[in-house]
């Protein structure tokens, strides 16, 4: 199988990643619509696929086959100008993304928008912990190289905006960058 790397690909692949709340999804979106980039949600590519090998009773859903997953996304990754949202990060192959950035919440906004969304008991519990832990950050500065992953504020509509200003400069940043090797 062909090695791909950053050399590779003209635009870059971007991680969104958090703890669920965070605004990925709407962030992604946006961000697809406005840059004309390709929005992958891995959660949608495992239902629509059935990318499964079991069941969490815990929280009361499917767990996600990792390795299906991957081999389900490499090629579209591997033709960059992805922008890919998922809750966790550390089993994607490492060469796949460019930048990453990690949203981050505070308390009182992720509780009630777990809540709106139907959370509750454990699961809500356990979720309000992560982002107090800072878990999704620390698992993407030990997976990936720490100057690639860069946390946002996402509390906000004008964080949203402001967000999306951000990325699109590190986007022309790395595009120039790109050029002069
Ligand atoms: P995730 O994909 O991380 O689970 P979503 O994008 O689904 O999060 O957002 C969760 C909720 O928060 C949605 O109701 C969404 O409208 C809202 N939301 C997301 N980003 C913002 C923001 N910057 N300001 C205000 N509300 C937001």
Same mark, same amino acid.
């Given at each position: 199988m062909a090695t791909y790397s950053s =050399?590779? =690909? $003209?635009s870059p692949n971007i991680l969104l990643t958090g703890t669920p709340g965070t605004g990925k999804t709407t962030l992604g979106q946006e961000l697809a619509l406005r840059l004309d980039m390709q929005y992958v949600n891995v959660g949608d590519v495992a239902k629509e696929k059935e990318l499964y090998e079991g069941w969490d009773e815990d929280y009361q859903c499917p767990v996600l086959d990792e390795d299906r997953v991957i081999d389900e996304m490499e090629e579209i990754v591997n033709n960059g100008g992805c922008i890919i949202d998922y809750h966790?990060? $550390? #089993? #994607?192959? $490492? =060469?796949? #993304?460019?930048i990453i950035f990690v949203l981050r919440t505070d308390n009182s906004v992720l509780y009630n928008r777990l809540q709106q969304r139907g959370y509750s008991g454990r699961k809500l519990q356990d979720n309000i912990q992560c982002e107090i832990f800072q878990t999704i950050l620390d698992e993407a500065r030990s997976s990936y190289l720490p100057s690639i992953v860069f946390p946002l504020a996402s509390n906000c509509p004008d964080d949203l905006e402001t967000n999306i200003d951000k990325i699109k400069d590190y986007i022309e940043r790395w595009k120039a960058s790109k050029e002069q090797i």
């Open positions: =050399r590779n =690909r $003209e966790s990060c $550390e #089993f #994607f192959p $490492e =060469r796949w #993304f460019d």
